[in-house]
């Protein structure tokens, strides 16, 4: 929960010197991750991520506590956060980078793209993600769905479950946002 908040408050500090006019935090979110294997499929949702853009520039970060990912199965739940994504060394996903090809002042759903350092397991990559973004008077929404390579981000998995756990997972996310007052 601390790291949920220090992020929060990361992310208002990174936007603190320019106006808030166009300044939005999020008010909901969810992450969800599917690893389709051949032995078994996997899922996970996490609710409990935090984000902030900047409308007039596109600037995003958001932050996702690894504990927070919900399993259907407890063991499987133990099993990523002690062997695979070593929560309690590297406890937050992040990501930094700015979302374009929108019109800002356009109303409803249009594509968008996110652009920027993604960091998993205490590894920073580069990514693009294609999504789309909502944008209503006193909010804004965003989705997207793009695969994470779990070697890119050094997680290692043991070749006795190498069946059970895809190489690569499809990680679906979004966000709310209200206008930061």
Do not use: C
Not at 97 to 107: H, P, Q, V
Not at 137 to 166: H, M, R, T, W
Not at 169 to 179: C, D, G, S
């Amino acid at each position: 929960m601390k790291d949920i908040r220090i992020a929060g408050l990361l992310i208002l500090l990174l936007f603190s010197n320019r106006s808030l006019a166009q300044k939005y935090k999020s008010v909901s979110s969810s992450a969800h991750f599917f690893s389709d294997a051949p032995m078994e499929d996997i899922e996970a949702n996490n609710l409990d991520g935090q984000s902030a853009m900047d409308l007039s520039t596109g600037e995003i970060v958001f932050s996702i506590p690894i504990k927070s990912f919900e399993f259907e199965k407890s063991l499987m739940q133990e099993h990523f956060n002690e062997n695979y994504l070593e929560s309690d060394k590297y406890p937050t996903a992040t990501f930094q980078g700015t979302i374009s090809g929108f019109n800002k002042d356009a109303e409803g759903w249009q594509k968008a793209r996110a652009e920027g350092s993604m960091n998993i397991h205490g590894v920073s990559k580069e990514l693009a993600a294609d999504g789309e973004i909502k944008i209503e008077e006193g909010s804004i929404g965003i989705k997207s769905k793009f695969p994470i390579a779990l070697e890119d981000y050094k997680i290692k998995i043991p070749k006795v479950v190498f069946y059970n756990i895809a190489e690569v997972v499809e990680v679906t996310i979004t966000f709310t946002y209200e206008p930061i007052d």
